[in-house]
């Protein structure tokens, strides 16, 4: 081998190294930074009468014995501590300042603790795609840390902006601090996208938090205790920043709230007014709010542009059925029933309707059109039994509500409330 090749050799050699080197040292700078940062947050412990064990949250200090946290920390609480990461426990003496629309607070402890230090405020709103990381007490795991980005800044009306990240949130870690890789508090933990009254989360990764620069705006102001801070705090109360997360995006579209995506079809009808399914989804919207009259009128428009849209005629006569216009969702259904004969709904609500004008014969006759296309339409047996028991043929209604128990129990124990005469 030449000493070409061997130097060559060499220098290949050394930037394998350096490149098998450079993971380890990156590790080495974010534990640095953690071990930093942890003894600025606290986990805190509220105390509510009315519940045997206190909740968990988080929190950080700005100063020697001033702490940020989430305003709905202190819901409810009559009293309130800090575990500090020396491992003391310092009684919490009540608000200095808050934010409720955003959710922030300001409070004090009684006394300065040891060995805990103080986080700095970043004066600008972290950008989309920034790394960012927390530590916080994720269901009592105290002083955890976990990573993610910006993954968007949403604006919130009567909020400003709330920062969605992906750093891995659970119940415990509202409160805390979400941090730049500068150890810089960027953003405070607000909330999350959970059902209500849960603490499980629907989406992944969909965590929501308030602006840091929001925290500069805080003015602190006398002492008030905790009780005294939330005596107009209604028991209910969700912070405006955590409400307007329902309406951010197209949330509304996978959530069933169909007044907000009421707004989005509307808007989508200016686009083009001559789109059928658009009027569908209306007349869809208007009929979840119990809104008859405007559901009708978009179903028919929806009809009126495209006529083979069964199912908002079939969507139509359940309005109807709903107004008491028996006749005309009879003449619709038979319709849809002729074109579209294993759609089983659309039996239900003719039935539904003959059953209401007691024309028990047509149920009874209808019924056995029904169960040709489908036997085991569980909407046909549901109104053929009651219409045979106001028939006075209860041996039959009893035969036909047991068929319909095997299909659904629950729709069979209706029928036999109808019955027993209730």
């Given amino acids: 081998m030449n000493r070409f090749s061997i130097i060559r050799n060499l220098l290949l050699l050394a930037a394998l190294c350096l490149l098998a080197a450079e993971p380890a040292q990156a590790k080495e700078d974010w534990s640095a930074l953690i071990k930093r940062v942890q003894p600025a947050v606290v986990t805190v412990l509220t105390y509510n009468p009315w519940k045997a064990e206190p909740v968990l949250s ?6 020697s014995n001033r702490l940020m946290t989430a305003r709905h920390v ?5 009293r309130a501590e800090i575990h500090t990461f020396g491992g003391e426990y310092i009684r919490v003496t009540g608000l200095l300042a808050e934010d409720r629309p955003r959710d922030l607070c300001l409070f004090e402890v009684e006394r300065v603790p040891t060995n805990a230090v103080a986080l700095k405020i970043a004066r600008t709103v972290p950008e989309v795609g920034q790394p960012i990381f927390t530590v ?15 993954s968007n800044l949403r604006p919130i009306p009567g909020a400003g902006v709330a920062v969605q990240h992906t750093v891995p949130i659970s119940k415990g870690n509202s409160g805390g601090p979400i941090m730049n ?5 960027v953003a405070v933990q607000t909330g999350t996208m959970a059902k209500p009254d849960s603490a499980v989360p629907i989406g992944q990764e969909l965590n929501f938090a308030a602006p ?6 805080l003015k602190a102001r006398p002492l008030r205790s905790l009780i005294e801070a939330n005596r107009d705090l209604p028991k209910d109360w969700v912070a405006p920043i955590t409400q307007g997360i329902d309406r951010a995006g197209l949330r509304m579209l996978i959530e069933n709230q169909h007044a907000e995506a009421l707004k989005f079809y509307e808007a989508a009808l200016a686009r083009d007014p001559r789109e059928p399914d658009v009027w569908f989804r209306i007349g869809l919207c208007h009929e979840r709010l ?7 009128k978009a179903y028919r428009r929806a ?12 969507n139509l006569a359940a309005v109807l059925n709903r107004q008491h216009k028996y006749d005309p969702a009879i003449a619709l259904l038979e319709r849809v029933i002729e074109h579209e004969p294993k759609m089983d709904v659309a039996w239900d609500n003719l039935l539904h309707a003959c059953l209401k004008l007691k024309k028990y014969d ?3 006759r209808w019924s056995e059109s029904g169960l040709k296309a489908n036997p085991d339409n569980k909407y046909v047996f549901y109104q053929l039994a009651q219409a045979q028991w106001r028939m006075g043929d209860k041996t039959k209604a009893e035969a036909t509500k047991r068929k319909l128990s095997y299909l659904d129990a629950e729709m069979a124990a209706k029928v036999q409330r109808v019955f027993d005469g209730e």
């Fill in 58 to 63: 988080t929190a950080f200090f700005i100063s």
């Fill in 362 to 364: 047509e149920v009874v």
């Fill in 181 to 185: 890789t500068n150890g810089e508090v």
């Fill in 212 to 217: 840091g620069t929001a925290l500069l705006e």
């Fill in 74 to 78: 202190f819901r409810e609480a009559e």
């Fill in 136 to 150: 916080g007490c994720p269901l009592g795991l105290e002083w955890t840390a976990s990573e993610g980005i910006v």
């Fill in 290 to 296: 119990n809104r008859f009259e405007p559901a009708e």
């Fill in 303 to 314: 009809l009126e542009l495209k006529p083979e849209m069964y199912v908002a005629a079939n």
